[in-house]
């Protein structure tokens, strides 16, 4: 069998498809070797020290665990110094953070969740990286780059992935022109094409969706769901079944398997938080890769890619996945 790496991969996609320019291709590369780097740290667990939480909160009021801050580290340092890079931004930095002078700049913006299903770490169930890749616009050469540069809606991203760190550590990546997933080879430490062009089934009867949210759904969601669960006698006439990881890398990892729906909706809590999930380093790059694989993600009523963002940490509601599915729940929306 020929074995087919990450950096054969991006070669081919940049000389025979110009789906990449070389400085994406670099990009990619070292984003992947930064995912090797945390997947190591997180497969040491409690023999490296690495569970558990710290002090300090991130900017969105959430206690930051080891691993969180030093998979950010990680995606940082690793960043830095290529050249290929004017800027990055991260779940867990309040504001973006610039090249160091020092260093040359590219042209590109990297976006990223570090450590995708924080809850997760100190169980030892999944967790992953999630990464978002954007062109700097033309204005902004020859100055300092602004958080106002990175929003940008996702249509615009040229390239989006993810690592989950499970059983096996996979990268799967998008740079417009479908999807493919690597396999980590621990022996060798190369990335390996193994699945060359994940589709999402249309058609689906697995959902997936924190229940314990259900008092605070909009009211389309609640009847969804309802219909979901009556079962084949109810109206969507067949049975679903349902998981939740909680780790939204592993939750859409399955989706682009074997196909399902993934839900956080926007709600209606006391709160007033418009959804969990983080429009520009969680739900765009997974949209992407979704739209790729030939599935839809939409917020309820608008397209997610389609959306502009007005803030680095915006929350969105997101709905992906089977695009069959997706778009049924979408008319619930429509008809309210
Ligand atoms: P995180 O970025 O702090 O880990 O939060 C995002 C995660 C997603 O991976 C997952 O879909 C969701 O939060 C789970 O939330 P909940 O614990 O409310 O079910
Ligand atoms: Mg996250």
Not at 301 to 307: G, K, P, T
């Amino acid at each position: 069998m020929t074995r087919k790496t990450l950096t054969q991969y991006l070669v081919e996609q940049q000389r025979r498809k110009q789906a990449v320019s070389a400085e994406v291709r670099l990009l990619i590369e070292i984003v992947a070797r930064a995912c090797k780097a945390i997947g190591h740290a997180v497969s040491k667990g409690a023999l490296g020290g690495v569970l558990g939480s710290l002090e300090s909160e991130n900017v969105q009021g959430e206690v930051q665990k080891k691993l969180d801050v030093l998979s950010n580290e990680i995606l940082l340092e690793a960043n830095e110094w290529g050249g290929h890079l004017a800027g990055m931004a991260s779940e867990e930095m309040e504001t973006i953070h610039r090249i160091p002078n020092r260093y040359p700049k590219g042209e590109h913006l990297l976006l990223f969740d570090p450590l995708d299903g924080s809850s997760n770490i100190d169980v030892n169930v999944s967790i992953g990286t999630i990464f978002s890749v954007l062109r700097a616009p033309h204005h902004a050469s020859g100055r300092d780059i602004e958080e106002a540069d990175f929003l940008q809606p996702g249509s615009r991203q040229v390239a989006a992935g993810y690592a989950v760190y499970g059983p096996q550590t996979m990268l799967v990546l998008t740079v417009g022109n479908g999807v493919v997933g690597f396999t980590l080879d621990r022996e060798m430490g190369s990335w390996v094409l193994t699945h060359k062009d994940i589709r999402i089934p249309e058609q689906t009867s697995e959902f997936a969706i924190n229940m314990s949210n259900m008092r605070h759904w909009e009211t389309p969601v609640k009847r969804y769901i309802g219909d979901c669960l009556a079962g084949k006698t109810g109206p969507l006439g067949k049975d679903y079944n349902m998981r939740w990881i909680a780790s939204m890398v592993a939750d859409v990892h399955r989706i682009l398997t074997r196909g399902g729906i993934f839900m956080y909706p926007r709600d209606e809590r006391p709160s007033g938080r418009k959804g969990k999930l983080r429009l520009m380093y969680e739900a765009n790059p997974m949209s992407f890769i979704v739209e790729q694989a030939g599935g839809a993600a939409t917020d309820g009523s608008e397209r997610i890619l389609d959306i502009f963002p007005e803030a680095l940490h915006q929350r969105v509601g997101v709905v992906l996945g089977s695009k069959e599915e997706v778009e049924r729940v979408r008319n619930y929306h429509l008809e309210l």
